[in-house]
């Protein structure tokens, strides 16, 4: 009986808690689909064109390219509702050299961000970008990736 209870207790706890998460990947191969090349559920989907804003840029196909695409979710406040929040950013690069800097807003480089409420992404309510200036220096290339 004292197993139960702090089993309930501990799922209690973890579904009160939520769970921020932050992902961190790379694909060979690939490349950045436009939103209107997207499969057929996003084209003809009811989204906003703010919602649809909100979204490009962010799914990938096979290509030539490499794409490396970054997420955050947060759980937000336990106590405050619709709150919880997203970001995505996602980066493809056609041609690279390690330890070469890459730079932002040249040919090499496609980058999206996005950036919003995740209770109103159906509302097209956030942030997005796919111009910036910066570089991206990869230093180091594992044998087996």
């Known amino acids: 009986m004292q197993s139960v209870k702090i089993f309930i207790f501990f799922t209690m706890l973890s579904l009160l808690m939520g769970c921020s998460s932050l992902s961190l990947n790379y694909v060979k191969n690939a490349e950045i689909v436009d939103i ?5 559920f996003v084209i003809t ?3 906003s064109e703010s919602t649809k804003l909100l979204l490009n840029g962010h799914y990938v196909k096979s290509g030539e390219s490499l794409v490396f695409l970054i997420r955050r979710f947060e759980k937000g406040n336990l106590f405050v509702f619709d709150d919880e929040s997203f970001e995505k950013l996602t980066i493809e690069i056609k041609n690279y050299k390690i330890g070469k800097p890459i730079k932002f807003g040249s040919t ?5 961000y996005s950036r919003g409420n995740s209770p109103f992404i159906y509302k097209g309510h956030g942030l997005y970008s796919s111009h910036g200036t ?3 220096i990869i230093k180091k290339q594992n044998k087996n990736s």
Do not use: M
């Open 134 to 136: 910066g570089y991206l």
């Open 36 to 40: 209107s090349q997207a499969d057929e």
């Open 108 to 112: 090499v480089v496609k980058f999206y």
């Open 45 to 47: 989907s009811k989204r």
